[in-house]
């Protein structure tokens, strides 16, 4: 498979929207409304939002961010240092499912983010019953943390992955 990551435009939101509002997606992103303005701003500083193509097919989403202190704090995560990357993705299209395209990008991801020595580690925050993406971001060498309660939104699961020791001979 040839996987790329390529910058959101505005171009992509039409299919953005259409992805929100499929039940495989919506059913852990929520409102699509809601989301689809929030995609529609511009990123803030130090969020990242990139198109999965798979073989020349969008397929998907990904977004990389610095969470806030405050975000951190409200999920209970008060020990997860702000210089981590946190990683969100949506495989939008139902025949791209279990073909490995998001592991592929996640991994694409945490490594970028990893070769930033100001990285102490990546995360990523999966409900509970969303095994799929816990399968995904296991496969892409991240492991579990603990479980948290992110008030309103139910309980999650932090799945973390550190940057590789380097041995010295």
């Not at 961010?65 to 299209?93: C, F, K, N, W, Y």
Request: charged fraction near 25%; proline fraction near 6%.
């Amino acid at each position: 498979m040839n996987l790329r990551l390529r910058d959101v435009t505005n171009d992509d939101l039409p299919l953005i929207g259409q992805w929100l509002q499929a039940d495989h997606v919506r059913s852990f992103w929520g409102d699509p409304g809601a989301n689809l303005r929030l995609l529609s701003e511009p990123p803030a500083n130090g969020n990242w939002r990139a198109i999965i193509e798979a073989d020349g097919r969008k397929v998907g989403m990904v977004l990389w961010q610095h969470p806030t202190r405050e975000e951190l704090d409200a999920a209970g995560l008060a020990d997860i240092p702000t210089s981590v990357i946190d990683i969100d993705i949506m495989i939008g299209e139902l025949n791209a499912l279990g073909r490995g395209v998001g592991t592929s990008a996640i991994r694409l991801v945490a490594e970028a983010a990893l070769s930033d020595p100001t990285v102490p580690f990546v995360m990523a925050c999966a409900r509970l019953d969303n095994l799929a993406s816990q399968r995904a971001f296991a496969k892409a060498g991240f492991r579990k943390d603990r479980e948290f309660d992110d008030v309103p939104n139910g309980r999650y699961v932090l799945m973390v992955r550190h940057r590789p020791e380097v041995r010295v001979a």
